[in-house]
């Protein structure tokens, strides 16, 4: 039984993972473990997706190690070149927590749509499965955001599963492309007004409402962005919390 009874989503702008002193492992951040910790569970399932990096192996065995030492109940869902669990929606349904990788969110979303699993993560989410990721699966829960899927200059991409009504932006401090035409879309109307984070700071969603950011950079920040009623945004930096290891 979950016992938040709530339906939680956490968005992270960058820094789930770091490097590990042990060479070619990478270790999971503490952002990773707030998400976690908001399952109420001792020993959580999470779940882990790499489909916006099409399903890439050595990226999930990777993630598996990052969680080596972690009081945690492991696994994954693949989509190439075929499911490799035999009911995907019941595998979603028993996890606890499920972590979405970076990469392309617009393949990301195809995929999850021709396969049902849209619909799956949004039964989930309402049953209290918290879903979380970072870039690709920080934007894939929002209405949409900017993205490199299309090519090295970012577009604009508004075909989320729009589990949460609003405009998300991703490694907000690292690229100077995102800024501006996160700006430049809410500005037109072609994204609600909305989120953004720095990277190592995760956006913290109760529902559909904005609860909290958290970091594990003291310099990172979170960002709301509203259309200003004319023809352009206003901007407001969110203090986020600071996790501590």
Same mark, same amino acid.
């Given at each position: =039984?979950?016992?938040?009874?709530?339906?939680?989503?956490?968005?992270?702008?960058?820094?789930?993972?770091?490097?590990?002193?042990?060479?070619?492992?990478?270790?999971?951040?503490?952002?990773?473990?707030?998400?976690?910790?908001?399952?109420?569970?001792?020993?959580?399932?999470?779940?882990?997706?790499?489909?916006?990096?099409?399903?890439?192996?050595?990226?999930?065995?990777? =993630?598996?190690?990052?969680?080596?030492?972690?009081?945690?109940?492991?696994?994954?869902?693949?989509?190439?070149? =075929?499911?490799?669990?035999?009911?995907?929606?019941?595998?979603?349904?028993?996890?606890?927590?499920?972590?979405?990788?970076?990469?392309?969110?617009?393949?990301?979303?195809?995929?999850?749509? !021709?396969?049902?699993?849209?619909?799956?993560?949004?039964?989930?989410?309402?049953?209290?499965?918290?879903?979380?990721?970072?870039?690709?699966?920080?934007?894939?829960?929002?209405?949409?955001?900017?993205?490199?899927?299309?090519?090295?200059?970012?577009?604009?991409?508004?075909?989320? !599963?729009? !589990?949460?009504?609003?405009?998300?932006?991703?490694?907000?401090?690292?690229?100077?492309?995102?800024?501006?035409?996160?700006?430049?879309?809410?500005?037109?109307?072609?994204?609600?007004?909305?989120?953004?984070?720095?990277?190592?700071?995760?956006?913290?969603?109760?529902?559909?409402?904005?609860?909290?950011?958290?970091?594990?950079?003291?310099?990172?920040?979170?960002?709301?962005?509203?259309?200003?009623?004319?023809?352009?945004?206003?901007?407001?930096?969110?203090?986020?919390?600071?996790?501590?290891?």
């Amino acid at each position: =039984m979950r016992s938040s009874g709530q339906s939680h989503i956490l968005a992270i702008g960058g820094g789930s993972f770091r490097p590990s002193e042990r060479h070619g492992f990478i270790e999971a951040s503490a952002l990773l473990r707030y998400a976690l910790d908001l399952t109420g569970q001792d020993r959580p399932k999470l779940g882990l997706l790499a489909t916006a990096l099409g399903d890439d192996s050595d990226w999930l065995l990777k =993630m598996y190690g990052a969680f080596r030492d972690w009081d945690v109940e492991v696994s994954h869902l693949t989509v190439f070149s =075929m499911p490799n669990v035999e009911d995907p929606r019941e595998w979603i349904l028993s996890q606890d927590v499920i972590y979405v990788s970076g990469g392309s969110v617009a393949n990301l979303a195809a995929l999850w749509r !021709l396969h049902g699993l849209d619909e799956a993560f949004e039964e989930a989410w309402r049953a209290g499965v918290v879903l979380s990721g970072q870039s690709a699966g920080a934007l894939c829960w929002h209405v949409g955001g900017n993205t490199d899927s299309f090519g090295p200059t970012l577009r604009t991409w508004a075909d989320g !599963l729009g !589990l949460l009504p609003h405009s998300c932006g991703v490694h907000y401090n690292s690229d100077p492309q995102r800024r501006a035409l996160l700006h430049e879309a809410v500005a037109s109307g072609e994204l609600p007004g909305g989120y953004a984070a720095d990277e190592g700071v995760a956006l913290h969603y109760v529902g559909t409402e904005f609860i909290q950011a958290v970091t594990v950079d003291p310099e990172g920040y979170a960002y709301r962005i509203e259309h200003d009623g004319t023809d352009g945004v206003k901007e407001f930096r969110i203090e986020p919390r600071l996790l501590t290891a």
